[in-house]
Every structure is written in structure tokens, then in C-alpha cells.
């Protein structure tokens, strides 16, 4: 069965200051890769996701995701943050099959704070 | 409006009452899921459903009812709320469980139980 890891719970950076949040994921074949963002108060928003292809992936509001197979890995990048985007990420995983329960595996999310 | 629209937004109910938290969606998406958000587990996934009349268990049933007669509807209903049911509870449609389709979800119903 496929799994997510988001290693951090809590990330601070300074506006302006380049991001990275970590997603490991557990899946036997390749899998498909999707970056969600929850602002306080709102549902989850699709940021990109991966399917085939290019690994690095671009998505909106100037994020981007690389998938590293090598690494089991899809993590999500931004060059400069600004404080619009101080919210919740969550990072999740479907099987090309459907899964077991044909529906996508979330990790329990990271938490951006953004100082200015 | 186009979108998946969950009612209420807020709800306060008493232990031991029934409570119906609804989900529409305009997109004929034949996918739709129940989720609960609570501090340090995450998303869980209640119940889902792949089509009209077709509804499965996800990791948390327990406590909880939903049906689907029509693909747009989808609600959700708590038999005798408990404390431990005090959550944010969000739905989410897809196209489909086989693709890279992703989730739309909507904007969520936060529950409280007292």
C-alpha cells in the first residue's frame, strides 16, 4: 500500500527567502504526486501535480515540485516566499490502479509560518 | 454556482443528536469523499463513494452515515454525535479514482460537539 511522509510539521522562513517542503512517499510502481495548500479557514487548493514525464513540475502562485525516483521523493520548491503563502501543505500520493481504496494517501501536512 | 459547496459552515450540536453535513457538486464528478481534519492526524478519510448508490468505508466510519442517490449529493450524517466527533469535515469530488486527476475540495463544515 502506497504511504506519505512530510518529515516537518512546522517550517518558518523569512519573506524573501527561498523554500523547500519534503515529501517522501511509499509506492511499489511510480506513482502519481500532487501538492495541495490549505490557508487558514479554506479547503485544500491543487498546487501541481506529477504523473509522467518531465520530473520538474511547475505548478501555480510560482511553485514548482521535483519528483526524484532515485529518492522517493516530491519536493516542493519556491525561490521566494512571500507571505501570502504562509498556510498549511499537504502532499499526496495515488496508485495508478486506483489503490485499494481508488482515492490519494495525504501526508499529515506541513505548517509554513512566514516572518518578515 | 460551479464548485462543490458544503452546508453549514459552522455547526454546533449536543451530544446524542443526529447532524446531516451535506456536499454538492456541479461537476458530475463520479468521485466523491468524506474527510476529517483534526490537529496532528491529518486527513482521514471517512467514507467514500464511486458512483451513484455505490458508497465504501474509508480509515474512520465509525459513528458516521452517508448515502448518495443522486452523483451531485452526497451527505454526510453523524447517528448520535459524540465529543470525539468535534472536527472540520471536508468534501472532495474527482473525475475519477484511476488518474492523476486530484481532488477538488470544498471549503469545509467545522463541527462541534457539546
Known amino acids: 500500500a502506497q504511504s506519505v511522509t512530510q518529515p516537518d510539521i512546522h517550517i518558518t522562513v523569512s519573506e524573501g527567502a527561498s523554500l523547500e517542503l519534503r515529501c517522501n512517499y511509499s509506492?511499489?510502481?511510480?506513482?502519481?504526486l500532487f501538492w495541495y495548500v490549505q490557508s487558514p479557514g479554506q479547503g485544500l487548493q491543487l498546487l501541481l501535480k506529477?504523473?509522467?514525464?518531465?520530473?520538474l513540475v511547475q505548478g501555480i502562485k510560482g511553485f514548482e515540485a521535483e519528483f526524484k525516483r532515485s529518492q522517493s521523493s516530491f519536493n516542493l520548491r519556491k525561490p521566494s516566499v512571500h507571505w501570502s503563502d504562509a498556510a498549511e501543505y499537504f502532499c499526496?500520493?495515488?496508485?495508478?490502479?486506483?489503490?485499494?481504496?481508488?482515492?490519494?494517501?495525504f501526508g499529515k501536512g506541513t505548517k509554513l509560518s512566514v516572518k518578515p | 454556482d460551479a464548485g462543490i459547496t458544503q452546508s453549514p459552515r459552522y455547526k454546533i450540536t449536543e451530544t446524542g443528536r443526529q447532524v446531516t453535513l451535506m456536499c454538492h457538486q456541479t461537476?458530475?464528478?463520479?468521485?466523491m469523499f468524506w474527510y476529517r481534519q483534526d490537529l496532528g492526524h491529518g486527513l482521514r478519510l471517512i467514507y467514500y463513494?464511486?458512483?451513484?448508490?455505490?458508497?465504501d468505508k474509508g480509515e474512520v466510519p465509525d459513528g458516521y452515515v452517508v448515502s448518495r442517490s443522486k452523483t451531485e449529493n452526497f451527505p454526510l450524517t453523524l447517528e448520535s454525535a459524540t465529543r470525539s466527533q468535534t472536527s472540520v469535515y471536508f468534501c472532495?469530488?474527482?473525475?475519477?479514482?484511476?488518474?492523476?486527476?486530484?481532488?477538488?475540495f470544498g471549503s469545509g463544515t467545522r463541527l462541534t460537539v457539546v
Open positions: 472532495a469530488s474527482s473525475e475519477s479514482a484511476r488518474g492523476p486527476y486530484g481532488y477538488t
Open positions: 509506492y511499489g510502481a511510480t506513482p502519481y
Open positions: 506529477y504523473f509522467s514525464g518531465d520530473t
Open positions: 499526496a500520493v495515488g496508485a495508478h490502479d486506483g489503490g485499494s481504496q481508488g482515492n490519494l494517501i
Open positions: 461537476w458530475s464528478h463520479s468521485y
Open positions: 463513494s464511486a458512483a451513484a448508490d455505490i458508497t
